[in-house]
């Protein structure tokens, strides 16, 4: 009788079937045609945790001498010096010192001998078995038991069942404050990690989360949840109690709108979140950007690549002017001045909005639909600050000059790399409209940048200083150079 093992590959295309061989299913395969049968002098049933330590820690024999040679002109070898090389690998050796371990695909599928870890190697802070042969959490847990001061580890990409009794394994996993599941398929396991305060759960196929799972993270501090299939917000509005979460990474779901709707008498939403990450996902109407507005304590928002944001040409500016709380966004700070040059944009921008929906220039008399305060809820908040726009249709526009197109030179001076540019211009367009088509045509940090600009090469540079300008106002012709400067 002939034996054969059946197994799922990682990489699916080596697969040649789900599991079957004439008619009968000896296995499942979580991907379509992902299996084979091997003979078993083929399979490598994987090694211990303990083994797979002393092999790449345990030794400074192992030196590699061709990393110790680069090659030349005429493939000459040239001899290179490693300074500290030795001493990187004496400390390492020394397995009982170590605190920091990477064990990724090393073959490993178990603990090793009871207490062997504890004994060799004892004062491990930081894990990673990522990509290993572990089927259950068991194994997972006679590891961690051996080791009091382990706080961070990483078994992504392992195939690990939960056990029966999810709890029993709790006291294993109680010193850890920083767990990475990424890439495991798996669910409902929180009563496993009390003490948990960073939780990376991405690649997980999630689309819906369990309000008993929640209830078991009361200490999370940051979690991710990228790369998942959520699509319905009200699942996110099962995180919102979760007392101590302040970052909520969301890159990567499928999630097409944000609703902030609060019961009567019901506590605010996230009342510690400062940040949040919503980039790659399906939003597609402002209304939900708006509704951040509702988590007063947000400071951070990462928003790339929505189809919201496809709409406008300055999704920076449109951000900071609708979101009231935010320092900063998609990693860069916002600046005072660009605060207040973004909320005075905004204002002018939907001017005829305004007034078109019931708003006047006598706070009295203002009586805005509720469609456009649905659209625009910090309006009238912030024409209380800076005062209400002018109604377009009293604005007296010429023509012969705002219309018709400039062409000017656009010159980065401090910047030899960066060749002069002919572009032509509206003589309506705004310094801070200019900034942000620079920003994108030089790659430039608009934050930091200025423009000044001179009719002759003899004449002196004159500051563009007042972002809400038009080109006009500065009586900029055919041929002038304005100068871009930025850090």
């Known amino acids: 009788m002939r034996i054969w093992y059946g197994v799922e590959w990682d990489d699916a295309e080596r697969g040649k079937h789900s599991g079957n061989h004439k008619g009968v299913q000896y296995f499942q395969c979580s991907k379509p045609n992902s299996g ?44 290179v010096e490693m300074i500290g090389a030795d001493k990187i690998g004496e400390l390492q050796s020394q397995l009982d010192k170590l605190d920091t371990v990477g064990l990724r695909e090393m073959m490993i599928n178990c603990a090793g001998a009871d207490e062997e870890i504890k004994n060799i190697s004892p004062n491990l802070v930081s894990v990673d078995v990522s990509r290993n042969l572990f ?3 068991n194994s997972v847990a006679n590891i961690t038991r051996q080791l009091c001061k382990l706080k961070i580890l990483n078994v992504s990409s392992n195939r690990l069942g939960l056990p029966v009794d999810v709890p029993s394994l709790s006291n294993a996993f109680q010193h850890l404050t920083q767990l990475f599941i990424n890439e495991l398929k798996i669910d409902n396991a929180a009563m496993m990690w ?13 689309s819906e989360i369990n309000h008993l799972t929640v209830n078991n993270f009361s200490k999370i501090e940051l979690l991710n ?19 101590r979460l302040k970052s909520l990474i969301l890159n990567e779901n499928q999630i097409r709108k944000i609703e902030m709707k609060r019961k009567d008498n019901e506590n605010e939403f996230f009342p510690s979140l400062t940040s949040i990450s919503l980039s790659r996902n399906l939003i597609d109407e402002w209304i ?5 507005n509702e988590i007063s304590t947000l400071a951070e928002l990462r928003f790339k690549f929505n189809p919201v944001i496809e709409k406008i040409s300055d999704t920076r500016l449109s951000l900071i002017a609708r979101l009231g709380s935010i320092k900063t966004i998609n990693g ?30 006598a706070e009295e008399e203002i009586k805005c639909t509720t469609e456009f305060l649905l659209q625009h809820p ?9 005062g209400p726009p002018v109604d377009p249709k009293f604005m007296i526009v010429n023509k012969s000059l705002k219309d018709r197109l400039i062409s000017v030179n656009l010159v980065c001076p401090n910047r030899s790399e960066i060749k002069p540019v002919v572009k032509k211009l509206p003589g309506s367009i705004t310094v801070l409209k200019l900034k942000s088509l620079l920003r994108r045509l030089f790659n430039a940090d608009i934050t930091t940048m200025k423009l ?27 041929d002038n150079t304005i100068y871009v400067r930025w850090k």
Request: aromatic share 10%; charged share 25%; glycine share 4%.
């Open 36 to 79: 084979s049968f091997i003979k078993p002098k083929r399979a490598n049933l994987g090694r211990s945790f303990a083994t797979a330590l002393q092999e790449r820690y345990g030794s400074v024999d192992d030196t590699n001498q061709d990393a110790m040679f680069v090659t030349g002109a005429n493939n000459q070898l040239t001899k």
């Open 135 to 137: 089927n259950d959490w």
């Open 194 to 206: 009390p003490n948990l305060k960073e939780l990376h759960i991405c690649q997980n196929e999630i």
């Open 225 to 243: 949840l990228e790369n998942n299939r959520i699509a319905d917000w009200s699942n996110i509005l099962k995180l919102s109690k979760l007392p």
């Open 288 to 292: 939900s950007v708006n509704n951040l």
């Open 332 to 361: 860069s700070s916002i600046p005072t001045k660009e605060r207040t040059d973004a909320e005075l944009m905004y204002i002018k921008e939907y001017a005829s909005d305004f007034f078109q929906s019931g708003g006047s220039q």
């Open 378 to 386: 910090r309006y009238l908040n912030l024409i209380k600050e800076y």
């Open 452 to 478: 000044t600009y001179c009719d002759r090469p003899d004449c002196p540079e004159i500051d563009m200083k007042d972002n809400l300008r038009e080109l006009s106002f500065y009586s900029i012709e055919n």
